[in-house]
Nanobody
Framework: QLQLVESGGGLVQPGGSLRLACVAS????????IGWFRQVPGKEREGVSC????????YYGDSVKGRFTISRDNAKNTAYLQMNSLNPEDTAVYYC???????????????????WGQGTRVTVSS
């Protein structure tokens, strides 16, 4: 069992930055892939980024490539999502999730993720 708690969301102006954190408790954090997803009302949950258990492999959704960076610190049981050059289209609830497979899938299949956090809201607006 893993419990995931996201933090770091908030209101930011266009062009600004935020760093989200996902803190895990429970079973072996360093054995799982961590994914970040986002969702806006009326739309499907979208894969943003994912990172392998070791941190050596990561993937990004097309809409965030070059702007977002995923990382993890297994000693702290924490994953991060650094978000730069934010725009209003990035407004969403952001979720972290854990996949028991240590190697990530670049297709961000939701069904592959076994544990989910409660989400943190990001609003990009002037």
């Amino acid at each position: 069992q893993l419990q995931l708690v996201e933090s770091g969301g908030g209101l930011v102006q266009p062009g600004g930055s935020l760093r989200l954190a996902c803190v895990a408790s429970g079973d072996s954090f360093d054995d799982v892939t961590i994914g970040w997803f986002r969702q806006v009302p009326g739309k499907e949950r979208e894969g943003v980024s994912c990172i392998s258990s070791s941190g050596s492999i990561s993937y990004y959704g097309d809409s965030v490539k070059g702007r977002f960076t995923i990382s993890r610190d297994n000693a702290k049981n924490t994953a991060y999502l650094q978000m730069n050059s934010l725009n209003p289209e990035d407004t969403a609830v952001y979720y972290c999730a854990a996949d028991l497979d240590p190697e990530p899938d670049p297709d961000f299949w939701l069904y592959e993720y076994d544990y989910w956090g409660q989400g943190t809201r990001v609003t990009v607006s002037s």
